[in-house]
């Protein structure tokens, strides 16, 4: 199931990332609005558990959440798309996976992986870049060999190729993305896009 999240300050937020004049500083502020808008329609199903509050006036049966959310950036582009998971739930665990692709195979190759606790938990991957779905495809591999059961991956832009990818390795993952591009180009790059996510908010 691919979510395309329909919200005037996300529309908003991508047209100044794909902005090829828009400097690092605002670039991430862009990229933590746009994955805070994502990361509340990414959760807007997690279940809740009743407790008894008593306000200053009457006890009633109120809603809390009901299960520990884990969130997995895939590094080093995921890092601007964590902040807001943590700023809204800050129970939340938090595990890395390193992914870089190959500039001329557009392969991505594994160099890092710690994760936390994966049993019964929700768990967001995170990644702003859905381009061939390889390092996508790779790093929900991962994490379901860990005992990971739950997932979700919420990117920022996604391409035809890479949502296919995924649905195809792993059906049971929805995608939650705040634009839905048209194509990759030659290079494996998404069109029209935002050009390399990483190093336009690393400025490298
Ligand atoms: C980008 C992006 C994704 C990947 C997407 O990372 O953040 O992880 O490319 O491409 P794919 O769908 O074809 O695998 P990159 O490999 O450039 O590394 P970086 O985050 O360190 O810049
Ligand atoms: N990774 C990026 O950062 N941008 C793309 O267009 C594709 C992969």
Redesign the pocket.
Known sequence: MLHVLNHPLGAHCITHLRDQTTKPALFRTLAYQVSLLLALEATRDLPTRTLGVQTPLELISSQVLAQPLVVVPILR?GLGMVQPFTDLFPDVSVGYIGLE?DHTT?VARSYYCKLPALNGRRILVID?????GG?AVQALSVIKERGGQELRLVCI?S?PEGVAAVHAAHPDVPIFTAAHDRE??SR????P????????LYGT
Not at 188 to 191: D, F, P
Not at 193 to 200: M, S
């Open positions: 582009a692709r557009a702003p870049m859905l381009a061939t390092s832009v391409a990759l180009n494996k790059y998404i069109l896009g935002l050009g390399d996510f990483g190093d336009r």
